[in-house]
């Protein structure tokens, strides 16, 4: 069985819609609830994660099921650098590219991952008067903290990411067989 694809943006829409898909989902496959709310949890943090790494999103969500196995699908397009690059990679179970599975696939990776830029970084040049206010201050962009990224490994059986070109497939599985 596949669910119906839901288009979320990075300012929202289609969130809610898309947790209340996977509820349905649940529920039409006898989940029990408190297996309904791991379900929920994982399709939110899946897609926190993918707007917390990609930046700008126009993602497509989807559910797939199968017996008691359940796959949460999205897809999104990103503009690629090597630090986003790394870090979805990172969140993946096998910590590799699943887009990079043939010969020739893992060929287009390498070619990919030499071509993708380094991430860019803005740096100003302040006026002493105002350097010696920040003595001792760090003043960097927030970081990522991974916690869906750690979310995700404790409660699915398996992370899968492959990045094609910007392209980004996410996939998380889990098996509620009890």
């Not at 989902?25 to 939110?44: D, F, H």
């Not at 903290?145 to 492959?162: F, H, M, P, T, W």
Request: charged share 30%; glycine share 6%; with cysteine.
């Amino acid at each position: 069985m596949k669910s119906d694809v839901i288009l979320i943006d990075n300012r929202g829409n289609g969130f809610a819609e898309a947790l209340k898909q996977t509820g349905k989902v649940a529920e039409y496959r006898g989940i029990s609830p408190k297996n309904t709310t791991r379900l929920q949890l994982m399709a939110e943090e899946m897609l926190s994660m993918a707007r917390s790494v990609t930046g700008e999103m126009q993602a497509s969500f989807w559910i797939e099921c199968e017996g008691t196995a359940v796959e949460l699908h999205m897809t999104t397009k990103t503009v690629m650098d090597k630090e986003k690059r790394y870090l979805l990679i990172s969140s993946s179970t096998s910590r590799k590219n699943e887009a990079a599975n043939s010969f020739l696939g893992r060929l287009r990776d390498a070619f990919e991952e030499a071509m993708t830029a380094d991430a860019d970084k803005e740096y100003f040049d302040l006026p002493v008067e105002l350097q010696a206010d920040l003595a001792g201050r760090s003043i960097d962009a927030p970081e990522w903290d991974r916690y869906e990224q750690s979310v995700l490994l404790r409660l699915a059986d398996n992370v899968k990411i492959g990045i094609r070109g910007g392209l980004v497939s996410m996939t998380v599985s889990k098996d509620f067989g009890e």
